[in-house]
């Protein structure tokens, strides 16, 4: 299996896995993806989760796109990343029935109650074990509006060729995220609280990537969501939750997917393109919603950071998708000519593209299985308060973006809600609507009241390539 550039020339080099894992975004400025989605074997699969469990369909899964890795070197990847200790069950991801056709996908049950752990947990033992091969480093440098910087942090912890400097806005993260992330004091994970919104932290990130001297000075590299890597892992998930919903190879079952970068659910059309039996893969998004806007009308129009609303499902205020890119490059027919020109050229000049009216757009619901809808802060708050008396259960405000925009569209196939995070971390959402604390489990008790360790940076992009000088000087 070889990876090429969705924006890539037809002389452009196809890289093995191990490459695109390091090199994040491709050199032409568009995405790696897979030359071709190889199919499931279902039966086989059921087979193997029944005896071996969740890692090992993992294992199964990646190594139809990892051909550069010795098969008992992933293996043993996919058991260090998914153990029951990280994720506080044997299942990994446990599904549940609410009612109703409506199902939950739990993917929040990790190191840092976000479905991001699923992830990031592979992306660190894929970069320990690569880098170990090379005898490299890798430094990570990146910005969070909360939930990917710990993830990342909490999946390098104790990774001595992985070093991490992440930037948060000072003062912006909820309380709970802030803990947690700063709570974490291994010498190689540096925390940086930058003054102002997301978008300043960002920036300094991106100039120092502008730098390319220094970013190979001090190997920088990235682990944000177009990381084919964390794709890939993520299609482990939908593959789980089908067999978990289903008793025979041929029921078909829909997700809906609280979306913002188009990370996860991107994963969901790679697994139905892989042959999963998907009727439906349901897009929701917050009161941002530059992707539902593309489904409902075939205009993709990404917008300015002061025109994203800050609401109550946080992770999801995202108003420039950065996946979905790569389905674009499969709904266009993977015309690499064409993905270069609306995506780097006329987005980039006009801050939108128009696939209104083309025989492509038109191919989505029926080919592509793709619908989406929008909620409001005062359809979460409904939603959560619901399913807890309905149903007895106490859902996150992402999770009930998804569970709205699914209750609109219920068929008579299984509806699985993929829940994106515990609703602990967004505790003040949770108290409007229900009045009560959300459960805290037992690994988050007195997470507050650690010590913590961040430092605060206000002197611009000299002072962040200073600190990160500084601190291999430190430790040489
Ligand atoms: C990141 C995140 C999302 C959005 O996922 P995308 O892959 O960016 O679409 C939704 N909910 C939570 C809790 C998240 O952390």
Not at 93 to 112: D, I, M, Q, R, Y
Not at 135 to 140: F, K, M, N, Q, W
Request: charge should be negative; proline fraction near 6%.
């Amino acid at each position: 299996m070889r990876y090429l550039s969705t924006r890539g020339t037809p002389d452009a080099p196809r890289l093995p896995f191990c490459d695109v894992l390091l090199a994040g975004l491709a050199p032409d400025g568009g995405l790696y993806v897979p030359e071709s989605y190889p199919p499931l074997d279902l039966p086989r699969l059921r087979r193997v989760l029944a005896e071996e469990g969740y890692a090992a369909v993992a294992y199964e899964v990646l190594s139809l796109y990892v051909d550069d890795i010795p098969a008992d070197d992933l293996r043993a990847i996919c058991a260090r990343a998914y153990t029951a200790e990280a994720f506080g069950d044997e299942a990994i991801v446990p599904v549940s029935e609410l009612g109703n056709g409506l199902w939950l996908a739990h993917l929040s049950n990790g190191p840092t109650a976000a479905f991001k752990d699923l992830a990031m947990q592979l992306l660190g033992q894929l970069f320990e074990y690569e880098l170990e091969r090379r005898h490299e480093t890798l430094t990570i440098l990146g910005a969070t509006s909360g939930d990917t910087g710990s993830a990342a942090e909490y999946a390098m912890l104790g990774k001595p060729s992985v070093r991490v400097f992440m930037l948060s806005p000072q003062g912006r993260m909820s309380a709970f995220q802030q803990a947690q992330m700063f709570s974490i004091l291994d010498p190689h994970i540096v925390n940086i609280a930058v003054p102002g919104v997301f978008d300043d932290s960002q920036d300094l990130v991106k100039e120092v990537f502008s730098d390319p001297d220094f970013k190979q000075r001090y190997a920088i590299g990235a682990v944000n969501s177009i990381n084919v890597a964390r794709l890939l892992a993520q299609v482990v998930y939908y593959v789980v939750a089908w067999l978990r919903t289903t008793s025979r190879d041929d029921e078909r079952v829909s997700f809906c997917v609280p979306s913002g970068n188009f990370g996860n659910i991107c994963a969901g059309h790679i697994a139905r393109e892989m042959g999963l039996p998907v009727e439906r893969l349901v897009l929701a998004t917050n009161e941002n919603t530059v992707l539902h806007e593309f489904f409902s009308t075939g205009v993709y129009r990404v917008r300015a950071s002061s025109e994203t609303y800050e609401t109550s499902s946080p992770s999801m205020d995202i108003s420039k998708a950065s996946n979905f890119e790569r389905f674009a490059f499969d709904l266009l027919g993977r015309d690499q000519e064409r993905v270069r020109d609306l995506f780097g050229v006329r987005l980039r000049e006009a801050g939108e593209l128009d696939l209104s009216g083309t025989p492509e757009f038109a191919t989505i619901p029926g080919r592509y299985g793709f619908m989406s809808g929008a909620s409001t802060h005062a359809d979460r708050v409904r939603t959560i308060r619901e399913v807890h008396d309905r149903y007895g259960v106490v859902i996150d405000p992402h999770t009930a973006d998804g569970v709205t925009v699914a209750q609109g569209l219920l068929g008579a196939e299984p509806m699985v809600v993929l829940e994106t995070a515990l609703p602990v971390k967004f505790a003040p959402t949770i108290v409007e609507a229900i009045g009560v604390e959300p459960d805290r489990p037992a690994r988050f008790e007195g997470l507050e009241d650690l010590p913590r360790r961040v430092m605060v940076l206000s002197g611009g992009v000299d002072e962040l390539k200073a600190v990160i000088g500084a601190s291999f000087r430190g430790s040489a």
